[in-house]
């Protein structure tokens, strides 16, 4: 009678037995991932509505805001730039920023339902895996509903970047959003509840609205507006990308945005971003380990 293979009745030395476990886990991480992650995507086929709206709000936003200053005197924000096109950055941003904060919604309702102890007290490769599989949804979502944007300002007549335009757009939406859903997650297992991380949503979404570049530019601010506003890391996420809708070339040493200690170019804007991302995985390590241990 066969037996089966296992890394335990291989006649392999340590070392080897090693690289064998090593590649086990890392299957079984993500297969682990993928089941988690389907599952995400089933919930959401079953409620579609949270897509649905995430699409339909910053659509809404697009249409009303470029409407409403539609008689804006010609160069209030900038030489030929409707506001349309202008605050089409911000929306593409904010709709990413949202969708991102949301993360820790799914992860606090398993832990209220008791899905997540079950998971916890499962056989997990890795209990990461949660982790992962909610960080790999909602970019999913952030990237659908970034090219519904997209889409929608180039057919209002906002325009359209290049294809190393789109490309690095969507390196913006990933960087801003791995840092957000890492900080969603961390407030999920920080908090006692889901109406206590809905109302830090609440109070977070709206002041960092209106403390960014998204709905003005720096020069229509007061001095301690601009101050806060270049101290938002959604301000580094939304320059670049307006940046590309409204000049035909650009580079890494291009002026996105004139903060009131100084130019900041493309690429430092990106910078921003990975240290943002760097602080923000690196802040949850702790509470993560202390949650899944």
Request: glycine share 8%; hydrophobic share 55%; proline share 5%.
């Amino acid at each position: 009678m066969s037996s089966t293979l296992t890394p335990s009745n291989l006649d392999l030395a340590p070392a080897d037995l090693a690289s064998v476990d090593e590649k086990f886990s890392f299957a079984e991480l993500i297969q682990e991932t993928l089941a988690l992650t389907k599952r995400l995507f089933i919930q959401l086929q079953r409620r579609p509505s949270t897509l649905i709206a995430g699409v339909v709000q910053p659509l809404m936003w697009l249409i009303l805001f470029g409407a409403l200053f539609q008689n804006a005197p010609q160069g209030l924000f900038g030489d030929r730039v409707s506001y349309g096109q202008f605050i089409g950055a911000g929306v593409i941003v904010f709709t990413a920023f949202g969708g991102a904060l949301n993360a820790g919604l799914p992860v606090m309702f398993d832990r209220e339902f008791g899905f997540l102890n079950r998971l916890l007290v499962a056989p997990l490769a890795s209990r990461y895996s949660i982790v992962l599989a909610s960080s790999i949804f909602i970019v999913t979502l952030s990237l659908i509903q970034t090219a519904v944007i997209v889409a929608a300002g180039a057919f209002l007549g906002a325009g359209l970047p290049n294809f190393a335009g789109l490309a690095i757009i969507t390196l913006i939406v990933l960087l801003l959003v791995f840092g957000v859903t890492g900080v969603s997650l961390g407030l999920s297992f920080a908090l006692p509840g889901h109406i206590e991380l809905i109302a830090v949503i609440f109070v977070t979404n709206l002041p960092l609205l209106f403390a960014s570049t998204a709905l003005a530019p720096l020069s229509f601010m007061p001095t301690w507006l601009q101050y806060v506003a270049s101290l938002n890391p959604l301000s580094y996420a939304i320059e670049p990308i307006r940046y590309l809708y409204l000049h035909n070339s650009w580079g890494f040493g291009s002026i996105v945005m004139s903060a009131p200690w100084g130019d900041v170019t493309f690429g430092g804007a990106l910078l921003v971003l990975l240290v943002f991302d760097a602080i923000a995985l690196l802040g949850i390590q702790p509470l993560l380990r202390r949650t899944l241990s």
